[in-house]
């Protein structure tokens, strides 16, 4: 079992930024990913990376959102940059491995003036 806990979210004006953090609480043998999801529509992929650091992003946040692992820490990291209203939602903070497939409760992200 594993639990993951997101922070980092909150109100941001457009143009903005925000870094968001997902703690696991075992070491991640996975593909760790960030997701986000607004109402009605299906939770989308946001970018993902591997143990070794190989990172895959969606095409609208590439660019301005980069993310990060600390193994050591259990740690991923989401740093987003150059805010934009499309991108409020809900993020949420996945593990992927052989472990199972694992999702935090998720962290809300507003891009509003």
């Known amino acids: 079992q594993v639990q993951l806990v997101e922070s980092g979210g909150g109100l941001v004006q457009p143009g903005g930024s925000l870094r968001l953090s997902c703690a696991a609480s075992r070491s991640m043998f996975a593909i760790m990913g960030w997701y986000r999801q607004v109402p009605g529509k299906q939770r989308e992929l946001v970018a993902t990376?591997?143990?070794?650091?190989?990172?895959n992003y969606a095409d609208s946040v590439k660019g301005r959102f980069a993310i990060s692992r600390d193994n050591a820490k259990n740690t991923v990291y989401l740093q987003m940059n150059s805010l934009k209203p499309e991108d409020t939602a809900v993020y949420y903070c996945n593990s992927n491995g052989i472990l199972g497939n694992y999702w935090g409760q998720g962290t809300q992200v507003t891009v509003s003036s």
């Open positions: 990376i591997t143990r070794a650091g190989t990172t």
